[in-house]
T-cell receptor
């Protein structure tokens, strides 16, 4: 398993400002994942963060809006930039741990960051 | 592209009743399926992981079955308690989608005392 510490757990921010979310894992992992969960909806993958390289963003998400850092194998940050009320969501970081062979991995999540933009 | 559906969207039962939560997916070419619990405004807690070669997994009062050929999984929670009230999500890891997880929208469960 993996234990993930994510902070802040929640924040209320003014529009036009930025918020950086931190994610710390208790073991070294190759990839870390950032998801968004808009109110009443399921999870959408924002990007995959690899240590030592640029993050890979999913369609509809761009680096200017969601810059990601991955300085080492246990830590990552996601910044939500120039926020608007539409960015109000729960943001979650995740890691995947192999179960037996490398193709069968189990996903573990942080506690989530509940962001409200006013 | 994999699509995951969870029906019903919400469920309310009296304490002690067994819960049955359904998850269906459109592409049977999967590596595994995972069930999660989410409390309001919080992250996801992994409940059970079923690999594609398995038919079911059990953990305490929880039992999850997988019928890959028909694209279905069911999560059973025995003797429900008010503490089981939460949203339950299933996620499928597909072979044809760059190994990414596809999530259902969840079933929100309320167990009445």
């Amino acid at each position: 398993s993996a234990v993930i510490s994510q902070k802040p757990s929640r924040d209320i921010c003014q529009r036009g400002t930025s918020l950086t979310i931190q994610c710390q894992v208790d073991s070294q992992v190759t990839m870390m994942f950032w998801y968004r969960q808009q109110p009443g909806q399921s999870l959408t993958l924002i990007a995959t963060a690899n240590q030592g390289s640029e993050a890979t963003y999913e369609s509809g998400f761009v680096i200017d809006k969601f810059p990601i850092s991955r300085p080492n194998l246990t830590f990552s940050t996601l910044t939500v930039s120039n926020m608007s009320p539409e960015d109000s969501s729960i943001y979650l970081c995740s890691v995947e741990v192999p179960q037996g062979d490398s193709l069968n991995t189990e996903a573990f999540f942080g506690q989530g960051t509940r962001l409200t933009v006013v | 592209k994999q699509e995951v559906t969870q029906i019903p969207a919400a469920l309310s039962v009296p304490e002690g009743e067994n819960l049955v939560l359904n998850c269906s997916f459109t592409d049977s070419a999967i590596y595994n399926l995972q069930w999660f619990r989410q409390d309001p405004g919080k992250g996801l807690t992994s409940l059970l992981l079923i690999q594609s070669s398995q038919r079911e997994q059990t953990s305490g009062r929880l039992n999850a079955s997988l019928d890959k050929s028909s694209g279905r999984s069911t999560l059973y929670i025995a003797a429900s308690q008010p503490g089981d009230s939460a949203t339950y999500l299933c996620a499928v890891r597909s072979m044809d989608d760059d190994y990414k997880l596809s999530f259902g929208a969840g079933t929100t469960v309320t167990v009445r005392a």
